[in-house]
């Protein structure tokens, strides 16, 4: 054996994950992207720590068809059983919406044992309206009897962090206000330590949510707040976060959700709570377009022509995969 | 112009006519033909008299996915939105588990007002668990205020046949045991007077049914007395019948579904109960098999295998018309 070689390799190999660890923090797959209608693609956000292949599943609109897609395009390189049983380790679910929960339901026969995290509010509509026996079947540990006990409900309290089991993630949430009363959750989430790398980066995903001045809340300057440090000192790595009208849709008809120009005024507020910051480095993922006409085409042509919203637009896509 | 060439255009014109008449009675586009998992293929079926766009919607697991990949096909020659709000003209549901009602209530805010028909267990459960403002929006006229009355509840009462306002057909509903005490239903169709033609046929579409031997039933048993002067008038042209699992699945895991060797058996059942009549024309499309593995090939195998099954089997695809 050649010590010089081997010396050389093993030199590279540590320089590449040294370099590999400063890029990315996050891997993120989404499932579905869209916001409402389109079935084979709505509102789920596979995320793990770069390098591992324990993720957790934001929202659970669709899973199957944006696995298989996934599979098929060589995403991930296994069967689309195991992505679902295996990789997906627990369930963070923003609001009981059918569009952020349906595919969870659909496929909880398939599905291993695991955990379903959210705030008490959205778990107990799980409970009462879809793991029942008459419009399912009940695969909670808890709701209508009998149990099938697959999956445990585990209720957040916000703004308290837990570790996530079998993964290397932390997650905290906090609450929105989605058509006041009803209400939403944001997933602040935590990469922790893997083999590959340590480091304390943070993603933060929104669900369905409108705006403060519209909903007359002040829970969205509340997440700013919250995160406003993060973003000072660099950790914050993307922000998920819905546009689900264009700017054309009235008022009184956006039903808890944002359209373009009250994101800009949203993102406004949070770089002013964090001290006047640019943002123009922060990666910032619009979900949740709705398909109607041609309003999702409307709503990327309205960001990019927003010049006061200087943040890093990106337009996801079902299994097209994300590294933050 | 030329009185001959007219003559022999309209000749050819009422030929074809007849002939259509004489050749199809229903037009049938299936949205979604899997048994669960996969949120952009789930039970729906669109059915119209032939020669009409005025459907009915048999179950509506999945309408925006299947729709589009009808539309991207040119199955249908106009918009999603234009099929989804004109074509359909009303939903028949035979049973309220999310995966035969999913996309009903997901296309709810972009669909026109119609009329969702079911036995009263089923628009039931719509009421109580789906269109609610905490798992959705209560498009309904009944239910938890306030009613955004897109949709009117019809319940249909067993055995008797209702007039579908703005279609050219009729329907007759009779319940079926479904993992025994739930229940389902199977809707008997009847394609009365077009523009193109008169006729008396009828097309039979069962939900999800357990045999009656494992349901401790005569629910299927009473269908088939029911049916059987339609099979011998030869007036019944296609059954639509699920085969959610392979033979090997348990006794005690089929969940109120049906395996091939329990069709078999049922379908022995009907021909016994039509006085011996052979099956042999009689077009049986095998709806709701399971995706899981390989299961949907094996069920497609076992049914092609068994000699005993003298029906003419169909396979049908998502999207792809079936003439009857």
Redesign the interface.
């Known amino acids: 054996m050649n010590i010089y070689r081997s010396g050389w390799t093993l030199f590279c190999l540590c320089w590449a994950l040294e370099a590999g660890a400063q890029k990315t923090s996050f891997t993120v797959v989404p499932l579905g992207v869209r916001g409402?209608?389109?079935?084979?693609?709505?509102s789920a956000y596979m995320v793990a720590a770069a390098g591992s292949n324990d993720y957790i599943c934001l929202d659970a609109g669709?899973?199957?068809?944006g696995i298989?897609k996934a599979v098929d395009s060589g995403v991930f390189a296994t069967s689309v059983?195991n992505v679902l049983k295996n990789y997906i380790k627990a369930y963070f679910i923003s609001h009981?919406?059918?569009?952020h929960v349906?595919?969870l339901?659909?496929?909880s026969?398939?599905d291993s044992a695991k955990t379903i995290y959210g705030l008490p509010f959205c778990l107990d509509?799980l409970k009462e309206?879809?793991f029942?026996?008459?419009?399912?079947?009940n695969f909670g540990d808890e709701g209508e009897k009998p149990l099938l006990k697959k999956y445990h409900y585990a209720p957040l309290s916000p703004g308290e962090e837990i570790a996530v089991p079998n993964t290397h993630l932390y997650v905290q949430a906090f609450p929105l206000s989605h058509g006041a009363p009803?209400q939403s959750t944001a997933f602040l989430v935590r990469s922790g330590e893997t083999l590959a790398q340590k480091n304390d980066a943070r993603l933060l995903y929104l669900g369905d949510t409108g705006a403060d001045t519209i909903e007359h809340s002040n829970k969205l300057h509340q997440l700013w707040e919250a995160i406003a440090p993060l973003v000072k000192a660099g950790k914050l790595k993307a922000v998920f976060i819905e546009v689900s009208f264009p700017n054309e849709q009235p008022e009184k008809l956006l039903?808890g959700h944002l359209t373009p120009a009250l994101l800009q005024k949203e993102m406004a507020d949070l770089a002013k709570t964090a001290g006047g910051i640019s943002l123009s480095d922060l990666p910032v993922v619009i979900t949740h377009r709705k398909p109607?006409?041609n309003q999702e085409r409307m709503i990327q042509q309205e960001l990019e022509a927003d010049h006061t919203l200087q943040v890093k637009l990106i337009f996801p896509q079902q299994a097209g995969r994300l590294d933050f």
């Not at 669709?62 to 068809?65: C, D, E, Q, V």
């Open positions: 409402g209608l389109d079935e084979s693609n709505l669709t899973l199957y068809a298989r059983s009981p919406h059918l569009d349906a595919g339901v659909m496929n026969p398939e509509v309206k879809y029942t026996w008459e419009s399912w079947a009803y039903f109607s006409g």
